[in-house]
């Protein structure tokens, strides 16, 4: 069965620096999510991108995030100059149709922690 | 934005008691799923329910949109189905609303 992968499983990351963090959505899906759990909390939606552009964001995703998809398979998110608070997993998920319509298919997360 | 509201918010459980798990939400949703969060952060989607029943093995789910609640039932519980477990809506918009979540410990 097709699923979400993401890479790397873990990063550790000293405050200020640029960190990326990739997936590759299943192959044929058209819609792409990031979202984060802060350790003990729940999952938030960061972003949706679709036809390569963001179709959505929250409060979180602020100037310091931003999301790419630089070729045909893969879907990044780079957050510029990191944060204590940003130590979260971070979790990719796809679709083939908008959220409103069907299963999102989640990755198995990024841990990040920032020291 | 859409609230969503998990009860209990932590289960302990004997293994082999069935227990029953809800979701509430503040508005009407076009989505809504359930996922159970593994011991390893990964969330395994158990159910896509906008409306209706579903059942998968043990675990079956009911969603009454007009009531705007969902229930997760878990039968014959296993040590294994310890984690927790979430719902998470789509109201308008793509983004996923999830809940605050239930914890299950099973015990043997």
């Known amino acids: 069965e097709p699923e979400v992968t993401q890479t790397p499983s873990h990063q550790v990351t000293q405050m200020g620096q640029e960190v990326i963090l990739r997936c590759v959505p299943i192959s044929n899906h058209l819609y792409f999510y990031w979202y984060r759990q802060i350790l003990g909390q729940k999952v938030e939606f960061l972003v949706s991108f679709y036809n390569n552009e963001i179709s959505e964001k929250s409060e979180i995703f602020d100037d310091q995030f931003s999301v790419e998809r630089p070729d045909g398979s893969n879907f990044t998110l780079k957050i510029r100059s990191t944060k204590l608070e940003d130590s979260a997993m971070y979790f990719c998920?796809?679709?083939?149709?908008?959220?409103?319509?069907?299963?999102?298919?989640f990755g198995p997360g990024t841990r990040l922690l920032v020291l | 934005g859409i609230q969503v509201e998990q009860s209990p918010p932590d289960l302990i459980l004997q293994e082999g008691a069935n227990s029953t798990l809800r979701c509430n939400f503040s508005d009407s949703v076009n989505n809504l799923q359930w996922f159970h969060q593994n011991p390893w952060g990964q969330l395994i989607n158990l159910f896509y329910?906008?409306?209706g029943t579903k059942q998968n093995g043990r675990l079956s789910a009911t969603t009454v949109a007009t009531e705007r609640y969902s229930l997760l039932y878990i039968s014959s519980s296993q040590t294994t189905d310890s984690g927790v477990y979430f719902c998470a809506v789509v109201a308008a918009g793509n983004q996923f609303y999830f809940g605050t979540g239930t914890s299950l410990t099973v015990i043997p």
């Open positions: 998920a796809s679709s083939v149709l908008g959220a409103r319509q069907e299963t999102q298919y």
């Open positions: 329910i906008p409306s």
